[in-house]
């Protein structure tokens, strides 16, 4: 609560009309600065929250409102209630695209999370031009998502794709890589992975830093090896970072959308390959509400995605909680 | 925690400006000499270079911004959105003949063309042309006809000649007078030449077979869905389906980076090619590759594959002055004019019969007569009605295409997934 310090003025006394005319202003002075100091610090802190009821509530409550409709490009159509989840729940389209979207989640967090662990202890070691190193892993965030998505495209072409190439030096035959889901969601989570590795290893290594050296010193002395220190000291002593990234790329991963369109081809590229093998749920969103134009139908599946999100992230949070 | 997933929402309605403020880009602005600046709507390529300056040259006070969108595929949406929202189509719109029957439903968001005086312009279209962007009791001409996707077939004279066939345009054509012809001289070519595809992806040539089988492909002419009673439709598929058994596709999507690529590299023997894809062509195999495509008549009877109008939408704020100028782009001089730019063949019969059309041969293209090969296309012709969702289900009846060419799905696996995709989008 705030607590107005100053000190009050005396409470004015009622005497006879013998007092000078002005006394009424210090009392209205009075009146606004204790007003200023109560709800100053509302201003103060009222930008955030502005931006977020515009940019983030209202939309969100605008979305559920409109996922009841049927609500195509012309406007609000007639209410329908639930009808729009019952068909989606119904709608194999839908589920495929979630089976998709979780799938290149795994094969994108979880190397990634590992890599970055393996990169901030190289980076948090002694060192030639170390900067240099730690800036340099934080390049490949710098580059465009389209840019990369362009670019591993090329490199993940069947007929004159570089890792083909490779393959074909070691005689494996070329691999169609979007006509499967296993190759397509391969591709597109080295897309992820490529990009956003160095940028957890960065968080990894400033938590790392943290640490206290005679805990090394103690553990070294008590003739504990690299390996043994790196998963009895450095993991435990980072895992707030740990709980952070794998949030931060839980959620990143459950709205993967450029890499994988960009990655599609043709002019129906938003169906994620031609049985929708790696069509994510954020671009099943995009089909439905910009390109069929049922917005009624795209709102519900956006605020599928929010729950899922929501479900995997109290997930998250008990399993790292709980391996305390 | 609680707070952060809402980023997918936030992603959502970012997402959802970014496209309102991406249409909002073409509203038309006077400047403050009072100039009018009309916005033409296109995609792919119209041509309209040259024909922009000659106006402006003669209607001083005009000018003119083109705004044009690659794909087809990404232009719909957006023109959907333009005309619904009312804000953003500009002030003339081009309409691809795959679209035109879900707008003609909607002829209210149009200027009626007759109130500028389309009317003594009807001869100047084929008829069939002319009916199409009319409403049924005629009151209304919501587009004139640009071009007609007159029909050849493109092929590498190298590869031909590999292949030992033969590379004359004449002896070419008649080596397919049907699609069976057709399947049978790829089968030569794959055998002599199997490094190559014999053409691009099935789903162009499935295109062009529908579009030679009727009157009508997914819809009847009461929009009624019949994708899977038309029998014309499933005996194309079954058609397309054995070349891609005979292993004549270089299963490259159309309109990807590679396909694109292919055009150089020469990935493909052979590819239909609507007059419109001709401009295409020598875009993307280049100046070094001059000579080396060629054009021979297509198989089958004559057929067109998409082809366009021109439209104003009610929301333009130079109606008069935007009917004007589409009244000039498709007047036959202009449509002459945009055939020797891109080679997108008219629709007006005095076009078709001008000399300079005629006697049009492409220089890229080994001086083939294009006018005259794409002239005799277009007078075998029948009209096909296309229905609302039609370029909607024709993308999901070319992913089950390619599903089989990419061996993921059984012919009937993937035929029943398509009527099935069709009727869910549909209903």
């Known amino acids: 609560m705030v607590t107005d310090l ?17 006394q009424p202003r210090p009392r209205l002075r009075d009146r606004i600065s204790r007003v200023e100091v109560k709800w100053s610090p509302y201003l103060f802190i009222a930008p955030f929250f502005v931006i977020f009821a515009v940019f983030g509530l209202f939309p969100l409550i605008y979305t559920a409102w409109v996922s009841l409709h049927d609500w195509d490009i012309t406007g609000a159509g007639a209410f329908v209630g639930l009808d729009n989840y019952v068909a989606l729940f119904a709608d194999p389209d839908f589920w495929n695209s979630v089976v998709n979207t979780l799938g290149m989640l795994v094969l994108s967090t979880v190397p990634q999370l590992l890599g970055a662990l393996v990169l901030a202890s190289l980076l948090n070691q002694k060192l030639r031009a170390v900067t240099f190193l730690r800036m340099g892993v934080l390049l490949p965030i710098v580059t465009s998502v389209a840019a990369v998505g362009i670019v591993f495209s090329q490199i993940f072409d069947r007929d004159a794709g570089m890792v083909n190439g490779l393959l074909g030096l070691v005689n494996i035959d070329a691999i169609d890589w979007r006509a499967d889901k296993w190759s397509s969601w391969t591709a597109i989570a080295t897309m992820v992975n490529w990009r956003w590795t160095g940028y957890n290893a960065l968080i990894y290594l400033a938590a790392m830093q943290a640490i206290p050296k005679d805990l090394y010193e103690a553990a070294t002395v008590d003739g504990a090896g690299k390996v043994r220190q790196f998963w009895s000291i450095t993991v435990p002593n980072i895992r707030p970072a740990i709980v952070f990234t794998v949030i931060m790329s839980t959620i990143a991963g459950m709205q993967l959308f450029t890499e994988p369109l960009i990655f599609g081809q043709g002019s129906f590229a938003i169906s994620g390959g031609s ?29 599928m995605i929010f729950l899922l999100i929501t479900l995997l992230g109290v997930v998250n949070f008990l399993i790292t909680r709980r391996s305390r | ?22 249409a909002c880009g073409g509203g038309t602005a006077d400047s403050a000499s009072g100039d009018v600046t009309l916005v033409v709507k296109t995609f792919s390529q119209f041509g309209y270079d040259e024909l922009y300056k000659e106006y402006e040259a003669s209607h001083p006070g005009i000018k003119i911004k083109e705004e044009n969108i690659g794909k087809l595929g990404d232009y719909t949406p957006k023109l959907q959105q333009w005309l619904a929202t009312g804000k953003g189509a500009g002030d003339v719109v081009a309409i691809e003949e795959g679209i035109l029957s879900q707008f003609m439903a909607k002829p209210d968001q149009f200027v009626n063309l007759l109130d500028h005086g389309a009317k003594e312009l009807s001869g100047n279209f084929l008829p069939w042309k002319w009916q199409q962007a009319s409403t049924s009791d ?32 004449e002896a070419v054509g008649r080596l397919w007078p049907t699609w069976d012809a057709y399947l049978a001289t790829g089968k030569q ?30 819809y009847d002419s009461t929009n009624e869905l019949v994708i899977d009673s038309n029998s014309a439709v499933r005996a194309t598929w079954d058609k397309s389906i054995e070349m891609v058994k005979a292993g004549l596709s270089a299963n490259i999507e159309m309109w990807s980076p590679q396909w694109n690529a292919g055009f150089k590299n020469g990935t493909f023997a052979t590819i239909p090619c609507p007059s419109w894809m001709l401009g295409t062509i020598e875009k993307q195999a280049g100046p070094e590759n001059k000579g080396k495509w060629d054009v021979a008549k297509v198989p089958g009877n004559g057929a067109v594959r998409g082809g366009s109008f021109l439209a104003v939408p009610a929301q333009s704020t130079h109606q008069k002055e935007a009917a004007e100028l589409a009244k000039f782009l498709t007047s036959a001089k202009g ?29 890229y293209f080994n001086d083939a007569p294009v006018g005259k090969i794409f002239g005799e296309s277009v007078k075998a012709l029948k009209p096909v009605y296309l229905g609302p969702d039609n370029n909607a289900i024709g993308d999901r009846v070319g992913n089950a295409l390619l599903a089989v060419e990419q061996g993921k799905l059984q012919p009937d696996e993937a035929w029943a997934k398509a009527v099935d995709d069709a009727k869910r989008l549909a209903k």
């Open chain 1, 6 to 22: 100053r000190p009050r003025t005396a409470p004015s006394t009622p005497a006879a009309g013998s007092r000078p005319p002005e």
């Open chain 2, 1 to 22: 925690m609680g707070v952060r997933p809402r980023r997918a929402l936030l992603a959502t309605t970012l997402l959802s400006s970014l496209v309102a403020v991406s």
């Open chain 2, 138 to 169: 005629g009151s209304k001409v919501v587009g004139l006809g640009t071009d007609v996707g007159a029909q050849g077939m493109c092929y590498r004279k190298d590869l031909f000649e590999a292949a030992g066939l033969p590379t004359d345009r």
């Open chain 2, 189 to 218: 070519f794959k055998a002599k030449t199997p490094g190559a595809g014999f053409y691009d992806s099935t789903g162009g040539v499935y295109l062009n077979m529908l579009m030679q089988s009727g009157d009508h492909t997914y």
């Open chain 1, 275 to 303: 049985l929708r093998q790696f069509q994510t749920v954020s671009m099943y969103m995009f089909e439905k509400a910009f390109r069929d134009f049922d917005y009624g139908y795209g709102s519900a599946v956006a605020w």
């Open chain 2, 335 to 363: 449509q002459t004019a945009a055939f020797k730019a891109k080679n997108n063949f008219p629709s007006s019969p005095q076009a078709i019969d001008d000399p300079v059309v005629q006697d049009f041969k492409n220089p």
